[in-house]
């Protein structure tokens, strides 16, 4: 039989707001525990919290982003549940009426788009964090991440594979990211999601029953544990045994699954509306105002790039799947003639080079103006391309223009036809064979000829010149 896979994934990304949800706290991370909290986020009796108008604000932009529609009224509500890293016995959350319901990502996967849908995005505060010592088997909590806001984003269940779910959560994490609605940190735990996922006969009517996996905080560990679930529940179904409706522990060290608690009973939150907290209007001016605040998202730059600057698809999604680097591309690009060319750059040689030194985009020790001068000088013939590469490496770590360090090394591309004539001579008189090959037909060879003069040149001989040369003296 086969089966098919459903997937719907609850989101939470912390916004990034100076300070927390309801009070002045500020919201940096890393701090020393329990320094960051007053009687508002440690949920002491009689403290009153007030909204941070920021954190509407982002959530109505995400809403916006994601082609959500936004609910001028709205509210607060009270879920209440226990647990040691939650002070006030509830978290204030948003039940029936979320800012943001009824919005849509379109992804690509395999060349194919497809819509996700977005039932809902909700604002809510987040709790604080246990720290669980082994050595000492005693757990210690930290306040400090108690009241700083988050967005919950809930997908329909409309992915159906690894790849749609990874392709999914990208798209949203880079318009989190152009909108400056969040830091996206996963190793901060930023971001993070729960994935529902069941399995059913293909072509089945209703769907099979769910399990749920909390708290993924890298895109590799989402992909590894909707694949290993999937598998899971499928080996079930054919050994004719039920799936549990539970809650699923993903290990990523380990890449396993085990299960933490069973979700056979509802939970009962008692959801009532926040009695200390007024409701959420949002008008037509304010709407207005955070529409226009929201840049130009990554599916429209990827378009304008291939239109402005003639990028082939594959580079303008590329450049464009990160802010930083489509900034960077751009800084470059608008001063270049080849705007191509500092896309090859971008995505060959720079993006290496980052990745070896762990360095982000944004501390890249090349500016956009340097490399667009490098591209000049290839382009203009001044050095060879292979040459740039000794040019560019230099510029990384020296922090010089790239014409200074042509001309203090001396590495200008050798024109002089006097010169490369006597070289292809040289290298003539001492491959006899090879100029026999080509006289007998064999063309091919000449690409080792003239490999033998740049080697003697050091890179350095304009390959049109020794071309020709060479073609003349061999004919
Ligand atoms: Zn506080
Ligand atoms: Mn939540």
Known sequence: MKYEVVVGLEVHAEL???????????????????????PVCLGLPGAIPVLNKKVVEYAVKTGLATNC????????????????????????????????TDGYLDIEVEGKTKRVGIHRIHIEEDAGKLIHSESNNDTLIDFNRAGVPLIEIVTAPDMHS???????????KTILEYTEVSDCKMQEGSLRADINLSVKPEGAKTLGTRTEMKNLNSTRAIVRA????????????????????ETRRWDDAKCESYPLRSKKEAHDYRFFAEPNLCSIIIDD?????????????PDDKKVRFIKQYDLPEYDAAYITSSKPLADYFENAAKISKNPKAISNWIMGDVLNKLKDGGIQITGIPISAQRLTKLVDLIDSNIISSRIAKQVFEIMWDTNDEPDEIVE????????????????????????????DDIKSGKKRSIGFLVGQVMRKTDGKADPRIVNQLLSEATQ
């Open 16 to 38: 990034d707001t100076r300070t927390k949800i309801y009070c002045n706290c500020t919201t940096k991370f890393g701090a020393e525990p329990n320094t960051q909290c007053c």
């Open 69 to 100: 529609s936004i609910t001028m009224l709205s509210k607060q509500d009270r879920k209440n549940y226990f647990y040691p890293d939650l002070p006030k016995a509830y978290q204030i959350s948003q039940d029936d009426l979320p800012i943001c």
């Open 162 to 172: 690894s790849q749609e779910v990874k392709a999914f959560f990208e798209k949203l």
């Open 226 to 245: 909707v694949e290993h679930e999937s598998k899971r529940q499928i080996e079930q179904l054919e050994q004719g045994l039920l799936i549990t409706q």
């Open 285 to 297: 001016a304010w709407l207005k105002r955070i529409r226009a605040s929201i840049p130009e998202l």
């Open 408 to 435: 203090k090394y001396g590495l200008q591309v050798l024109s002089d036809s006097d010169t490369i004539k006597r070289i292809v001579n040289e290298v003539i008189s001492e491959n006899p064979k090879a100029v």
